[in-house]
């Protein structure tokens, strides 16, 4: 699981907004409506990795 400190300030890469964590399996942004993955409990923050929603 990932540190609740982290995600106090953990951004999305894209429009620098807040991440929100969606069933633990990956990072949200509902700006940008994208959802960045989390493998092995690391946020995998890059663009071409997220997916659309």
Known sequence: MINKELLKIIVCPVCKNKLFLKKRKELVC???SLAYPILDNIPILI??????F
């Not at 663009?47 to 659309?52: G, Q, Y």
């Open 30 to 32: 509902v700006i940008d």
């Open 47 to 52: 663009k071409d990795k997220a997916r659309k």
